[in-house]
């Protein structure tokens, strides 16, 4: 988090520099950043209505650097967008690595480092266990790059193929259950919606699940933790008593107390990254599952620490979403296209984030809140080049 964190605050603060320095400030007159500015002064004003400590309001004010590094990103691409190469080689080169390194543990127990990891395969991650996340959601970015830079032409892009099919074998290998479920939802949007790319996708798709039941027949220690361990949190098998659980006991739990909180403050939450600081008030808790830094679902997450009004935005981005899909799906019924297949893929690894039906991680994490926006730039700056 640290490093990705620094990349960003830097290039947002050296770009705001460069604007002032310039009196130019032309490239934040856009209606996406608009729509940034106006969520981020909510969650200032939110922060002080619902002030819990000081830590807590800085995060809120330091929050508006996302919306900077997204202008920023999409400024770099119209002046040169060659810098999309350095960005797929250096995504490459870190899928190479963990793919090697996350299959070597996988089968050796210990990655090439030594790092051993009982009970899930992290590689260079380490206790975080945040490989299948990692992979599954700069996959998109990294598969639509790969179309936009090499056209699915030389020798080097069957190489892509390979890790592309590696990668997303890793993400099931990594017993990581909302990545899975995250990369086959990314594949099933390319598979609908893109021009040519359905036959390439569902060739990296099948081939994985070739790659993984052979896998599983040798070890099938990641299938028990995807299928059955998940089957047996649900409490739909291998259980006797009759509560049905979403996800876990656990989860629901957690989502259970998210929503006492937010019938308790309905209008503005409990403030951003309070959940943790309420999940104990006995109005809240279920049990001791309760209680954790964040209730593991975006939406229930928006819902309780933001309130109504919080939720109204990111109700509004799920609109707009599902209606330019919509008119993407208008626009093959006549044989033309509203996207074209890089913007596709990229919108397919938004569509992970839009996803209301899976656990996930805190929405204000700065790590997950970065991979998060890196989809953006590229989208606008395809979108606007092509409006040329």
Not at 35 to 46: E, G, K
Not at 186 to 209: D, G, P, Y
Not at 222 to 229: D, G, H, I, P, W
Request: net charge positive; hydrophobic share 50%; glycine share 4%.
């Amino acid at each position: 988090p640290f490093l990705s964190d620094l990349s960003v605050s830097l290039i947002s603060t050296l770009f705001l520099i460069y604007c002032l320095k310039e009196k130019n400030f032309s490239y934040f007159k856009n209606k996406y950043f608009y729509f940034f500015i106006i969520f981020w002064f909510y969650l200032v004003i939110n922060s002080i209505i619902n002030f819990y400590n000081i830590e807590n309001l800085l995060t809120c004010i330091v929050y508006i650097r996302y919306g900077i590094f997204v202008i920023a990103i999409v400024s770099f691409l119209k002046f040169d967008h060659n810098i999309l190469k350095y960005i797929f080689y250096c995504i490459f080169i870190c899928f190479s690595a963990l793919i090697l390194d996350g299959f070597y543990q996988y089968f050796f127990g210990q990655n090439i480092l030594g790092w051993t990891n009982s009970s899930r395969t992290s590689s260079f991650f380490g206790e975080e266990r945040v490989l299948g996340s990692y992979l599954s959601r700069l996959w998109p970015i990294f598969f639509g790059l790969s179309i936009f830079i090499f056209n699915k032409k030389g020798k080097l892009f069957f190489l892509f193929i390979l890790i592309f099919i590696l990668s997303e074998a890793l993400i099931f290998l990594s017993g990581d259950r909302s990545a899975f479920f995250n990369i086959n939802l990314s594949a099933i949007f390319v598979i609908l919606f893109s021009h040519k790319l359905m036959k390439l996708r569902l060739f990296t798709l099948l081939s994985t699940i070739l790659l993984l039941s052979i896998i599983s027949l040798i070890n099938p220690t990641a299938k028990e933790r995807v299928f059955n361990q998940t089957l047996h949190q649900m409490n739909l098998w291998g259980n006797n008593d009759d509560d049905i659980y979403i996800f876990s006991e656990q989860h629901t739990h957690h989502y259970i107390t998210a929503y006492r909180m937010f019938l308790d403050n309905k209008i503005a939450g409990v403030g951003l990254k309070n959940f943790r600081n309420y999940c104990d008030n006995e109005k809240y808790k279920v049990s001791e599952l309760s209680c954790s830094t964040h209730p593991h679902n975006t939406y229930i997450q928006i819902l309780a620490e933001t309130g109504i009004i919080g939720f109204a935005f990111l109700l509004l981005l799920v609109f707009y979403f599902c209606k330019y899909v919509f008119q993407h799906i208008l626009f093959k019924l006549k044989g033309k296209n509203y996207f074209t297949d890089f913007e596709i893929c990229i919108l397919s690894g938004i569509a992970i984030y839009l996803w209301p039906f899976v656990p996930t991680g805190s929405i204000f994490t700065n790590w997950l809140t970065i991979i998060m926006i890196m989809n953006i730039p590229f989208l606008i700056w395809s979108r606007d080049s092509n409006k040329l």
